[in-house]
Structures are given as structure tokens and as C-alpha cells.
């Protein structure tokens, strides 16, 4: 009997490495194996070889103290990056000292905590380049034709964009834009 349930209490964590190494573009039996698949021809014809698209870039870590968040950013916003983390909208800054990075996360993952979000609450976001404070100015309501919230900005801003109302069941019809504005740095 011990040794059941030895075997049982090893099998979640067997399935937890597996979807862990799944979720990050890395099957178990495939991690040393090239980044090609291929495609069946129907007419018995030899297979097609087909590129798989590339694992996401990680831009950093984005944190907000006062919710508890803390997760990974990933270059892009389609629906693979925001399954796994939040996503660096395309088109939009590079955090820095110009431009408005624009970050998408879903209403029921990453960015749940938004619910509770209050101007004047500090937004961290880490990456290669350093660490990037924000303070959180302004939220509204838009609906998701509003990408003027993601326009280029001469000032250091940050826009968090996630689907509204959160507790919609199915496609919500509306945007919380959270907007920071970046804190300089203290001088040394």
C-alpha cells in the first residue's frame, strides 16, 4: 500500500512537468529535437516538412505590489502568448525614456488583479535593460476599437490592456485601459 501511494503521489507530478514543459514550447520527448514537424499528404505522396513557429521572446516581469502580481511578459499578444503570460503588444514601445509600452493579459488569468487596481499604485517592469517604475495615473472604460490608448507618447508610459467587465461570461464587450506614467529614477 505505501508503495501506491508513493506511485500515485508521483503521478501529478509527473503530469505538472509535463504540461509545465508543454506550456513552454518544450514536449517532453522533443526538447533536443529540431524546431521541424511534417505534414501528411493525403494521396500517400512524402510528407511536407513545416516549420514551427518560434518559442516567445521574454521581455520581463511585470509587478504590481499592491495586488500581488507578479509574471511574465512575453513578446506578442496572439492567443498562444497571452494562454502563457502576459504579451508585449507589437508596435509598441520598448520600455525606455520615450513611448507607451502597450502590455494585453486576460481578464481571467494574469490580469485578474486589475480588478482592484487604484491610481497611484506602482506598476515594476523588469527586463535586460533594467528596472522600470510606473505609477498608475489614470483607468477607463474603452471599447476595443479605442487603439488610440496605444498611440505613441513622448512621455514614459505604460498601458496595461485587459477585457471589461471581468465577470462577463464570453467575449466582454469593453477594455480596461490602466495608464502609468514612469517615476524617474532618485539620483544617486
Known amino acids: 500500500m505505501f508503495s501506491t501511494l508513493r506511485v500515485k503521489g508521483n503521478i501529478p507530478s509527473a503530469v505538472m512537468i509535463a504540461t509545465l514543459l508543454f506550456a513552454a514550447g518544450m514536449p517532453a520527448r522533443a526538447i533536443a529535437k529540431s524546431r521541424l514537424a511534417s505534414v501528411d499528404r493525403p494521396n500517400g505522396a512524402s510528407p511536407l516538412p513545416m516549420e514551427l513557429p518560434p518559442r516567445a521572446a521574454t521581455l520581463g516581469t511585470i509587478e504590481i505590489p499592491s495586488l500581488g502580481l507578479?509574471?511574465?511578459?512575453?513578446?506578442?499578444?496572439?492567443?498562444?502568448?497571452?494562454?502563457?503570460?502576459?504579451?508585449?503588444?507589437?508596435?509598441?514601445?520598448?520600455?525606455?525614456?520615450?513611448?507607451?509600452?502597450?502590455?494585453?493579459?486576460?481578464?481571467?488569468?494574469?490580469?485578474?488583479?486589475?480588478?482592484?487596481?487604484?491610481?497611484?499604485?506602482?506598476?515594476?517592469?523588469?527586463?535586460?535593460?533594467?528596472?522600470?517604475?510606473?505609477?498608475?495615473?489614470?483607468?477607463?472604460?474603452?471599447?476595443?476599437?479605442?487603439i488610440e490608448v496605444l498611440d505613441y507618447t513622448q512621455r514614459p508610459t505604460l498601458t496595461l490592456v485587459t477585457c471589461y467587465p471581468f465577470h462577463t461570461i464570453g467575449a466582454a464587450p469593453e477594455r480596461l485601459i490602466v495608464r502609468a506614467e514612469m517615476v524617474p529614477p532618485l539620483p544617486n
Open 70 to 146: 507578479a509574471t511574465t511578459v512575453l513578446e506578442g499578444d496572439d492567443a498562444r502568448i497571452l494562454a502563457l503570460a502576459v504579451g508585449h503588444i507589437p508596435g509598441t514601445a520598448l520600455p525606455g525614456p520615450y513611448g507607451n509600452v502597450g502590455l494585453a493579459g486576460h481578464r481571467n488569468t494574469f490580469f485578474r488583479p486589475l480588478q482592484k487596481i487604484k491610481v497611484g499604485d506602482e506598476i515594476r517592469l523588469s527586463t535586460g535593460s533594467g528596472v522600470f517604475k510606473y505609477r498608475v495615473v489614470s483607468l477607463r472604460v474603452v471599447f476595443p476599437s479605442a
